[in-house]
């Protein structure tokens, strides 16, 4: 009894002595430069990510942390790549009035919103769906030809004959309303939910090819109310209608619209992760690899009008990231085995950054022990770690030394992969996914500042993951 107390003493003075104090202060700081106006929301492409990934360069190179490669920091690949311009606007007009809308508030721009401008009528086409294969077709018997069609922006919860629809995604829903003869499209949120969300900045578009003159938007159902007034039907109603009959309720309303919308498209457009190297100890081990990852980029702004900082999504991965970095760069005398450290870009559109680095690879893929990705770790209540249940093992370090040291992460888990540890996963890497529990009120809002977020725990949270790094990087190491 006396040696297992002896045993268990040491255990917890030995974490207490090699506690890493990453500090609050270090992380909120670095939060700020990277949510700051002078960012413009980092969208990856854009000058605003340019300047965050110098940022990030300078303070490793400060570190004596080594690029990964001989080329320097950056692995550059292409993206397709718009940027919203001014000027813009967006109107109603009721009764031969015009009412003019805030931007951010009333509505924003899909991010890959094609420019024009546009007056005129609206119709409501439901889900902006046309399957008529699975007899489904919100475009039948009614003609958009020349209008505005007006849509949910998500796919029904429903199916028919238990088959999805497809085509659930902006882009595509934009297609078809322009092969139909529309020209331009408003996405509306559900009416009938809960908390229906908000006008929110994303790049998310779909597959298919840029419609470069088609506008995208995206309304608040506050301004859908004053768009449906005096129509048959309101928002809601229709809702219900569609979704309880599983058919069709398209119309055409009594207000119009008047909007203006510039964009600039590039489909070849070059972006860079940055990438670095802690080199471990062992000489055997040092060939073996830890990758630590989190997206480096957010939605951007629109028109110089309004910008999405991203405090939490996910400028806190990045700092947080920074900071283990840093401290195992400090430190890098306890560690036997070899660290990359990744900040992606280009997870906003659909997990670019990541994929393009995962397949290719610098290192042998059963050489990597584990890859770790921090996503939405400032603000929240707890700390949630994903694939504890495709790597029990790994994630039972996190657990034990949390509830020796931080008592902040809860037991619910998952499978691997999600968010930019999926190309990872797919691959046959393990993953352990850091997340804080009730982490998204603000994503991809304006509100999404670094005023925000929970100090206490996002400190917890980084020395969390650099103690996990350390435990593997020296496990089967000889003593």
């Known amino acids: 009894m006396r040696n297992t107390l002896i045993i268990a003493f040491l255990v917890i003075f030995t974490f207490a002595m090699s506690f890493p104090q990453i500090k609050r202060d270090e992380l909120i700081n670095t939060v700020k430069y990277l949510a700051s106006p002078e960012l413009q929301g980092r969208m990856s492409g854009h000058s605003g990510y340019d300047k965050a990934v110098k940022y990030i360069c300078d303070h490793l190179t400060e570190s004596k942390i080594k690029p990964l490669n001989n080329e320097g920091f950056e692995q550059k690949f292409n993206i397709e790549y718009n940027e919203i311009l001014a000027p813009q606007h967006f109107s109603i007009i009721q009764n031969g009035k015009a009412k003019s809308y805030e931007i951010g508030t009333d509505y924003v721009f899909r991010g890959f919103s094609g420019a024009g ?26 003609d958009v030809s020349g209008k505005t069609v007006v849509c949910f922006k998500y796919n029904p919860r429903w199916t028919i004959k238990e088959k999805g629809f497809s085509n659930g995604n902006p882009r595509e829903k934009a297609i078809v309303a322009a092969k139909h003869g529309a020209s331009a499209i408003l996405f509306v949120s559900f009416p009938n939910d809960a908390e229906p969300q908000k006008p929110i900045g994303s790049l998310i578009a779909g597959a298919g090819e840029q419609m470069i003159n088609f506008p995208e938007l995206h309304i ?44 600039k498209y590039d489909k070849e457009h070059s972006v860079s992760n940055v990438a670095a190297l802690i080199e471990g100890n062992d000489e055997k081990l040092k060939n073996e690899y830890i990758i630590i990852g989190a997206h480096l980029d957010h939605v951007g702004g629109q028109a110089g009008a309004i910008y999405f900082p991203g405090a939490n999504d996910n400028a806190s991965g990045s700092s947080a990231l920074l900071a283990v970095a840093k401290e195992l760069a400090l430190n890098k005398t306890k560690i036997q085995r ?7 870009a280009s997870e906003e559109p659909g997990l670019w950054g990541s994929k393009y680095f995962a397949e290719h690879l610098p290192v042998p893929k ?4 584990v890859m770790i990705n921090l996503d939405c770790v400032g603000y929240g209540d707890s700390i949630q770690v994903g694939g504890g249940k495709s790597s029990p093992k790994l994630w039972n370090i996190a657990k034990q030394i949390d509830s020796l040291k931080y008592h902040r ?21 393990p993953t352990l996914y850091f997340v804080t529990k009730n982490s998204y ?24 993951v650099y103690d996990v790094t350390v435990e593997i990087a020296n496990e089967g190491a000889e003593k």
């Open 441 to 464: 009120k603000y994503l991809h809002r304006l509100e999404d500042k670094p005023e925000t977020l929970n100090q206490p725990l996002f400190e917890a949270l980084a020395n969390l």
């Open 117 to 142: 401008k546009v007056s005129g009528d609206v119709v409501f086409c439901g889900y902006g769906l046309s399957q008529p294969e699975l007899g489904y077709d919100d475009y039948a018997g009614i």
């Open 366 to 369: 059963e050489n990597v022990k």
């Open 338 to 344: 070899s660290v990359i450290v990744v900040f992606f």
């Open 409 to 429: 992460m809860i037991d619910e888990t998952g499978n691997g992969g999600g968010a930019d540890a999926e190309y990872f996963f797919q691959k046959g890497i």
């Open 220 to 263: 608040d159902l506050e301004t859908a109310e004053d768009l449906f007034s005096g129509s048959s039907f309101s928002l809601k109603e229709l809702q219900t209608l569609i979704d309880s009959l599983k058919a069709p309720k398209s119309i055409t309303l009594v207000n119009k619209i008047d909007l203006e919308v510039n964009a």
